[in-house]
C-alpha cells in the first residue's frame, strides 16, 4: 500500500493558467511532508517543508499546504521556467528517511 | 558551489561486475543518504548515516549492498554481482543532525547494466 500518492501524474499548462497538485499520505505520526523540484538529468532540488495542519509556505510562484491527510502545491501564473517533475514525500516519527511519491510531471507552455 | 557532489555521473558495466560510487555531502552536514530512482518512479530509501554510524538501512539493501562513510565524511556506496534490475540513478543527499532538516541532494550516478 502506498503512504504517498501524488496526482495528476501529469499535468500541462499554458503560462499563466494556474492549478494545484496534490499529495496524499497515509502515516502513523508525521514528522514533516517535503516537496522538491526535479529536472530531468538532475537530483531533487528542495522546495519546502511542512510540519503541521495549517501551515503555509509560499516562494515565488509557489505555496504549499498541509491537513491531516493531503498536501498541495499551488502554482500561480505558471512560466515555462516552472517545467519540471513535483515530488512530495513523508518523513514519519520512526525514522530519517523520505517515502517520496511518483511525482506529478509539469509542463508549462508558452 | 558547495552543494552534493557524486562521482561518477554514469556508470555503464556488464553484468555481475562490481561498481563503487562516491558521494561527498555539503561539509556542514553530518548526515547522509542513499537513495535509488528508477524511471518513472520517487527516489526509494536505501540507507543513511549519522558521522559513521549506519543507523538504518531498507529492506532494498540486499546484501550484495554494501555503503560506508569511515570518517564520517565522503561515503561509498558498492554493489556486488550488479544484476540487471540494479539498473538505476543513485542519489546521495545529506543534512544536518535537528530535527526536521531538509535533505539535499546531489544530481546522482546513473548506473546502466549490459
Known amino acids: 500500500e502506498d503512504q504517498v500518492t501524488q496526482s495528476p501524474e501529469a499535468l500541462r499548462l499554458q503560462e499563466g493558467e494556474s492549478s494545484s497538485l496534490n499529495c496524499s499520505y497515509t502515516?502513523?505520526?508525521?514528522?514533516?511532508l517535503f516537496w522538491y523540484r526535479q529536472d530531468p538529468g538532475k537530483g531533487p532540488e528542495f522546495l519546502f517543508t511542512?510540519?503541521?495542519a495549517g501551515e503555509e509556505k509560499e516562494k515565488e510562484r509557489l505555496k504549499a499546504t498541509l491537513t491531516k491527510k493531503e498536501s498541495f502545491l499551488h502554482i500561480t501564473a505558471p512560466k515555462p521556467e516552472d517545467s519540471a517533475t513535483y515530488l512530495c514525500?513523508?518523513?514519519?516519527?520512526?525514522?530519517?528517511?523520505?517515502?517520496f511519491g511518483k511525482g506529478t510531471s509539469l509542463l508549462v507552455t508558452p | 558551489d558547495t552543494g552534493v557532489s557524486q562521482d561518477p555521473r554514469h556508470k555503464i558495466t556488464k553484468r555481475g561486475q562490481n561498481v563503487t560510487f562516491r558521494c561527498d555531502p555539503i561539509?556542514?552536514?553530518?548526515?547522509l543518504y542513499w537513495y535509488r530512482q528508477t524511471l518513472g518512479q520517487g527516489p526509494e530509501f536505501l540507507t543513511y548515516?549519522?558521522?559513521?554510524?549506519?543507523?538504518?538501512k531498507s529492506r532494498l539493501l540486499s546484501d550484495r549492498f554494501s555503503a560506508e562513510r569511515p570518517k564520517g565524511s565522503f561515503s561509498t556506496l558498492e554493489i556486488q554481482r550488479t544484476e540487471q534490475g540494479d539498473s538505476a540513478m543513485y542519489l546521495c543527499?545529506?543534512?544536518?543532525?535537528?530535527?526536521?532538516?531538509?535533505?539535499?541532494f546531489g544530481d546522482g550516478t546513473r548506473l546502466s547494466i549490459l
Open positions: 543527499a545529506s543534512s544536518l543532525a535537528a530535527v526536521n532538516q531538509p535533505q539535499h
Open positions: 502515516v502513523s505520526g508525521l514528522r514533516g
Open positions: 511542512l510540519y503541521s
Open positions: 514525500a513523508v518523513q514519519e516519527y520512526s525514522g530519517y528517511a523520505l517515502n
Open positions: 561539509s556542514e552536514h553530518n548526515r
Open positions: 548515516f549519522q558521522n559513521e554510524a549506519q543507523l538504518e
